[in-house]
């Protein structure tokens, strides 16, 4: 059960982060036991319309865990297997050659030791991800559109091309050495479209959207009067009528979909429910463990260019990342989620039957806003037995 009185004072802490302006509105949903609680506070941008409950947000990062699904239940129909290699499905990452530094010449290579695996990609171990100094293998990635920086579905090329870009250069690590961010998921993208056959999107409706009753997740909207103004450093990033109100050629399984409060709750409780919704089984209860598992090894987890002290009580599993000792914010060893850059949240608590979701518009990893730290504090206040 959840204490009324804190479930007052939680909507009070964070309608002051909207009178404040640090975001224009916030939208969220925690639940608990059966018990369901959604607060919607301030516009859809700051000079905008009144926020919805069906408003859609760029969830970004949150794509991740999605796409990680939609792989897991081709892996549980022996369609594809966690340690073969991808050479078959994605030859353009045969016979990889890898910088013998990370700030090396893209010339100063080494044969990789192994192929790449399904493994790899789930746990961002493929050899190739994002690095934000100005090292040569970076300039050249985002000279390429692979993913250096936030989603631009409009900039980047159709799939076929993308992947082409993606094997020109060498890996920036061993397959299975280091943990670096993001560029597996939109390999793994690639690979579902081309095993299935079908466009992402199409892929991921028939595996996870329509079971789960995810009615509005999508890689872009024609209802541009529910998608929010988002927001980046400051500025607009990105406006309802801009990149995400039409199609693109590059649907990001790491990065591009579009969602709202009531779909990604039902995505959440999916996991929280051990791999069922509502009667239907989409992925076994060992599948569901071995995601939410935390897979690194101190050394893998020891890279550059993401957050220092990050990993010091955190892991990853496939797709999501797993508490491995308490934080500072009440999350404990087992919890597990994921948050997207653009200013969305989710999270799972296994133990306590929680889960949380938390949209707003202003681009910044959730794990550092005062914002997420004050919803997360707010909401184990709340927890009443």
Known sequence: MFSQARLAQLHDVMARHVERGTVPGVIMLVSRRGEVHVDVLGKQAFDGAPLRRDSLFRISSMTKPITAVGALTLVEQCVLRLDDPVDEVLPELAGRRVLRRIDGELDDTVPANRAITLRDLLTFRFGFGQLFEPYPIVTAARERLLGMGPPNPADYPAPDEWLRRLGELPLMAQPGEKWLYHVGSDVLGVLLERVSGKPLDAFLAERVFEPLGMKDTAFSTSSVDRLVTSYLEGSVFDEPGGQWSRRPRFLSGGGGLLSTIDDMSAFAHLMLNNGQHEGTRILSRPMIELMTTDHLTPAQKAVSGFFPG????????????????????????????????????????????????????????????????????????????
């Open 310 to 385: 990050y990993f010091d009580n955190r892991g990853w599993g496939f797709g999501v990342s797993v508490v491995t000792a308490h934080t500072g914010m009440h999350h404990r060893p087992g919890c597990y989620g994921w948050d997207g850059g653009l200013g969305t949240s989710w999270q799972v608590d296994p133990a306590e039957g929680l889960t949380g979701v938390l949209l707003t518009q202003v681009a910044g990893f959730p794990d550092f806003s005062p914002v997420y730290q004050d919803f997360w504090t707010s909401v184990y206040q709340a927890v009443d037995d």
